[in-house]
């Protein structure tokens, strides 16, 4: 069946740094979204992609899709504290249903 | 977002209590999910909805007894809990149940059954 690994697990980074993460699945992926849940908070939708090597931005965010549709990832450009959170990234499961990575924890200090 | 309401917020039951987990959708979507998020744990699938009618049931203990009376509710019944089954408790709803549509999480119950 289908492992979906995301990396890493927890990143702790000064203010102004930048930061990724990665998830690696082991079969071909029809699409992959992303999810942001911020301390005691609820995931939040970030963004969907679909095509081979699709790259997206959204502000100081980047989102890739692999070539071969089996890996993507999430930069963030200068950290900032309102970038705290954990990031998920959600690929089909089987079933017709999302299958959620075990998410990286971002923390950002002063 | 106030698409997806849950209550209540915090729940702390004993083992033999019973209780009711609500979530309500205003988004017009026809699938409704409910998931468990234990401590460092990836999210897990409960049970799936879709048009009312129950998709999926992920090997869940039946002391967690879902019921969906229209597409714009879900609870979640529980009954007889163990301490292991504390944690948040998420319902989520999307336009329909495939994967290529995001979901839209409610903010959680969180759960503590001493």
């Known amino acids: 069946g289908q492992q979906v690994m995301q990396i890493p697990q927890y990143q702790h980074v000064q203010e102004g740094e930048d930061f990724t993460t990665y998830c690696n699945s082991s079969?071909?992926?029809?699409?992959i979204q992303w999810y942001k849940q911020r301390p005691g908070g609820h995931p939040v939708f970030l963004i969907q992609?679909?095509?081979?090597?699709e790259v997206k931005k959204q502000k100081r965010l980047t989102f890739q899709f692999g070539e071969a549709k089996k890996n993507s990832s999430l930069h963030i450009t200068a950290t900032q504290t309102t970038d705290v959170g954990t990031y998920f990234c959600?690929?089909?499961?089987?079933?017709?249903?999302?299958?959620f990575g075990t998410g990286t924890q971002l923390k950002v200090e002063l | 977002e106030t698409g997806v309401t849950q209550t209540p917020r915090h729940l702390v039951m004993g083992m033999t209590n019973k209780k009711s987990l609500k979530c309500e959708q205003h988004?017009?979507?026809?699938?409704m999910y409910w998931y468990k998020q234990s401590a460092k744990k990836p999210l897990e699938l409960m049970f799936v909805?879709?048009?009312?009618?129950?998709?999926e049931n992920n090997s869940v203990p039946s002391r967690f007894s879902p019921e969906c009376p229209n597409s714009s509710h879900l609870f979640l019944h529980l009954h007889t809990l163990q301490p292991e089954d504390s944690a948040l408790y998420l319902c989520?709803?999307?336009?329909?149940?495939?994967?290529?549509?995001?979901?839209?999480f409610g903010p959680g119950t969180r759960l503590t059954v001493l």
């Open positions: 909805y879709s048009l009312e009618e129950r998709v």
């Open positions: 992609l679909v095509k081979s090597g």
């Open positions: 079969t071909t992926l029809s699409n």
């Open positions: 989520a709803s999307s336009q329909d149940r495939t994967t290529s549509v995001r979901q839209y």
């Open positions: 988004l017009g979507h026809n699938a």
């Open positions: 959600a690929p089909p499961g089987g079933g017709n249903k999302l299958t």
